[in-house]
């Protein structure tokens, strides 16, 4: 065996250098070499700190490397300190010793080798006799085509991922590089684990993102389960997915998918109506029982559509909803009111507007199911819509035959127009009051009203030509603000309530109006259940759309999904963001958003619709039947006979709702005569009690009210 260069060479030195490390430090002190050699002891050194303090393996090894350094530098300062060569000649000795053990250690030709490399000269280690390679068994041929056998040897060379094996490789129609490849485990009855993804890509190139796995069906003459599995590469497919998709492939990644804006859900198919100026998205869950969860603006952003309540709307319908995008808002165009549209059909139906997809929105005037009269709710703010629906729905009540009586807390110019076309109409929380007790008290007179055909009361019958009376429609516009009246509140709210609950059974339907349909505003929890179960409430905007939802949602027995009415339709235009960049003012905003309503159908769905237009300013008579429908002369002698019918707009007549005070009660008849909140209170506490006290507590109150107190 030969010796290695580099050992063979450090030996050499070693050999050349101990004379000098002897000789240097006595014959010349002073000399170059000694501080070259004392310098390489201390770099020597630093490099055992260095490697003592390193957390890396293979400290040990650094440590001798640089051992012969330091033994050099320390045999250089022993002889540079003794006299002579010192006794027995010890520098020299040690400059030898220093010599033999590089000579026989050799630290850098052996240590320096990375994981202790053999050298040259050491003998090469014999490998243990390995085991006889038994040749493969020749796989008997299927018939298997080229693209099949291609794929096995790629998929053999990768070491048959997941212990499986490949049956089959299909390419797809029209693709060069996407296939379909059939894998079984390679034990029979044992399932297919472990395989993933990226173990299927790696052997044929492709990113893991272009592999999709399945489950393979069982078959006639092939069977399937778990130890079966289909995998799909579509790298061809998915480069033209990302560059131009479909509309199903963009729905799938932007809306369907799990962080998308209806997880879940599949495109069934996209229609545009170019007339109309709309497209529609019509998509369903791909599991049947689930519900739709949509969050409309990511679904707009999935789509590329403006962010635009006023044009992008959904609609719900069990596990499918549909997605219609405007191109202009389609509730900012008008539907006038026509006779036609507001005459009721044989089951007291009208069309009261539109949806936003044109469809026409029906609402009643009674209920024929029921065989009863129809309640109204209808609920905004201030110059929401409410009073131009009050004109058509009294216009069809009209048109059907049927009475109604108008009553407002103040008086305005359209309450007063309606006035000419209706029996009765008031404005102040008084003419409310005395309205509704005359109701109530026609429920009293047709109850006890013979019917001509055979002389005997009976319950009312929408559109019974043999029923003696017209159905009468109460309405009480800003119901909540008048129950809330200091001196007839009271009377309002309870003659409200009994008119609700009673008033079907007589053939008298109650409309209330107002800005709240909550308990705390006017309404009981009964009077609401009555109103809520026997019409189809009516909600204009309330002034946000989380009020309009909340008040919509007080009319539904289920909390279903509302549609969102903004304060108005503006168009979103440009960028926010480069608008603020550059300093320009925001966009003004457009059309109002008054006689768009939330319309509550009868299965508790909430509907947007538009409701119909009814011009103030122009002739209404054309709305409106030619004669006015009014009370029957029985009617009225017997309201006349309860001292009920007369001109409701007059003062409060003596006694008329709360009993007289004694004519010697001036402290009484003046409380009474100063009006405001305490007068026809107290008048109507003291008239109800009796002369005598039975009580200290009794007494307090009377004395209270005799000292005005």
């Known amino acids: 065996m030969t010796t290695p260069r580099s050992v063979a060479l450090e030996r050499l030195a070693y050999t050349l250098a101990a004379p000098a490390l002897a000789v240097a430090p ?42 012969p350094l330091v033994l050099a530098a320390a045999v250089d300062v022993a002889a540079a300190h003794t006299t002579g060569f010192g006794p027995y000649a010890a520098d020299g000795l040690l400059a030898a010793g220093w010599a033999a053990a590089g000579y026989l250690v050799m630290p850098f ?19 243990a006799p390995a085991d006889a390679l038994e040749e493969p068994v020749a796989r008997p041929d ?66 893991s993102s272009d592999v999709v796995l399945a489950e393979v069906a069982i078959q006639p003459g092939r069977q399937g389960g778990p130890g079966w599995m289909e995998a799909r590469l579509t790298p061809d497919a998915n480069t033209r997915r990302r560059k131009a998709p479909t509309d199903q492939e963009r729905w799938a990644d932007k809306v369907g998918s799990p962080k998308g804006g209806a997880p879940g859900s599949e495109l069934v198919h996209k229609s545009r109506d170019d ?24 679904v707009c952003r999935g789509l590329g559509l403006p962010e635009d309540d006023s044009c992008v709307f959904v609609l719900t319908d069990g596990s499918e909803f549909l997605i219609s995008a405007f191109d202009e808002p389609p509730l900012s165009q008008i539907f006038r009111a026509t006779r036609e549209l507001l005459t009721p059909d044989a089951k007291g139906m009208y069309v009261c507007g539109f949806t936003i997809t044109g469809q ?55 309450t007063t127009v309606l006035g000419r076309y209706i029996d009765r109409q008031g404005s102040n929380a008084l003419w409310m009051a005395r309205s509704l007790r005359a109701a109530k008290a026609l429920c009293e007179i047709r109850a006890e009203m013979p019917w001509p055909h055979d002389g005997q009361p009976h319950d009312y019958k929408p559109g019974d030509p043999r029923c003696p009376y017209r159905q009468l429609n109460v309405y009480g516009d800003e119901f909540m603000t008048a129950a809330q009246d200091a001196e007839f509140g009271e009377f309002i709210q309870k003659d409200g309530e009994d008119l609700t609950v009673t008033g079907l059974k007589y053939g008298i339907g109650f409309n209330p109006a107002g800005q709240s349909p909550f308990a705390h505003n006017g309404f009981s929890t009964e009077m609401k259940d009555n109103l809520r179960q026997n019409s189809r409430p009516v909600i204009f905007n309330m002034g946000s759309p989380g009020a309009t939802r909340k008040a919509a949602e007080g009319t539904m027995e289920n909390a279903y999904d509302v549609p969102t009415i903004p304060a108005r339709y503006s168009r979103n235009e440009g960028s926010a963001i480069e608008r603020a960049m550059r300093g320009e003012a925001d966009p003004e905003n457009g059309v109002s958003t008054g006689g768009v309503a939330v319309i509550v159908l009868d299965n508790g769905r909430a509907v947007l619709m538009r409701s119909l237009y009814a011009d103030f300013d122009t002739d209404l008579s054309a709305l409106f039947p030619d004669q006015v429908n009014r009370l029957t002369d029985y009617e009225i002698s017997e309201l006349d006979k309860r001292g009920l019918w007369f001109d409701w707009n007059e003062p409060v007549r003596p006694g008329e709702f709360w009993p007289e005070p004694d004519e010697d009660d001036e402290s009484q008849s003046r409380s009474r005569r100063g009006g405001g909140k305490g007068g026809g209170r107290s008048a109507k506490g003291t008239g109800r009690g009796s002369g005598q006290a039975a009580s200290p507590r009794q007494a307090l109150e009377a004395i209270k009210s005799l000292t005005d107190a």
């Open 26 to 67: 006595n014959l010349y002190p002073d000399s170059p070499v000694n501080q070259i050699v004392q310098l390489a002891g201390a770099a020597g050194i630093g490099g055992w700190i260095l490697a003592a303090k390193s957390d890396q393996p293979g400290a040990g090894r650094k440590i001798l490397r640089w051992s």
């Open 109 to 127: 030709s052996r240590h320096a080798r990375r994981r202790h490399r053999p050298a040259l000269a050491a003998p090469a280690p014999q490998p």
């Open 142 to 207: 299927d018939g298997a085509d080229q693209l099949t056998r291609a794929a096995r040897l790629l998929w053999e060379q990768a070491g048959m991922p997941g212990r499986t094996h490949l049956v089959k490789a299909t390419r797809h129609p029209g693709m060069r590089h996407d296939m379909t490849i059939l894998l079984r485990a390679s034990e029979t009855g044992r399932p297919i684990t472990g395989l993933n993804e990226a173990a299927v890509a790696a052997p044929f190139g492709v990113h």
């Open 275 to 298: 007339d109309r100026g709309v497209t529609f998205y019509r998509a369903k869950m791909t599991d049947s029982t689930e519900t739709p969860r949509i969050d409309l603006p990511k």
């Open 360 to 414: 026409p929105v029906k609402t009643m005037v009674y209920q024929h199911d029921k065989n009863a009269p129809a309640h109204g709710l209808t609920l905004g703010v201030s110059r929401s819509g409410k009073t131009q629906f009050f004109a058509i729905h009294m216009a069809a009540q009209s048109l059907d035959g049927e009475v109604v009586w108008l009553s407002t807390v103040r008086k305005d110019e359209k």
